[in-house]
């Protein structure tokens, strides 16, 4: 028995090591911009946000940000893509041919656009994600 305990031990003191600095913890390559918004759905420029799936592009952010609407709540992305992100066509927007996706035409990823999760890389990172607020009537706030 104080073999097997003294083996565990053994590998343990060996391997474990390994483990705990083989691992490098890559960061977020986008900048954190501070935001603040408010919007006004009963703008002409925001109509689009009146329905459920409708989405508009909102200055702000590192490169913008998209807005959609999910039923009920707003989700707010920023519009700086996560792959080759310091160059400047590193900028995502809405799939034409699916709305639910927004696409970096420079390196081809997708992201899904009520998550922000790579859907097809090269990307590995998301969109950065912002909270949002709506009031029920017509006024979205977004900040981080």
């Not at 998301?126 to 900040?143: E, F, M, P, Q, R």
Request: hydrophobic share 40%.
């Amino acid at each position: 028995m104080i073999q097997i305990y003294s083996r565990f031990l053994i590998y343990c003191t060996i391997f474990v090591p390994f483990l705990l600095t083989s691992c490098k913890d890559d960061q977020y390559p986008l900048p954190n911009v501070p935001v603040n918004l408010t919007i006004n759905l009963d703008l002409p420029s925001y109509q689009p946000l009146n329905a459920p799936s409708g989405w508009a592009y909102v200055n702000g952010g590192s490169r913008g940000i998209v807005i959609y609407r999910n039923f009920d709540n707003f989700v707010a992305l920023d519009r700086h893509s996560t792959y080759n992100w310091e160059d400047p066509c590193a900028v995502v927007e809405v799939n034409p041919d699916n709305f639910f996706q927004l696409v970096d035409s420079c390196s081809g990823s997708k992201y899904d656009i009520i998550s922000g999760v790579v859907i097809e890389g090269p990307a590995v990172w998301g969109l950065k994600n912002y909270n949002t607020s709506w009031d029920g009537a017509s006024t979205v706030s977004i900040w981080n």
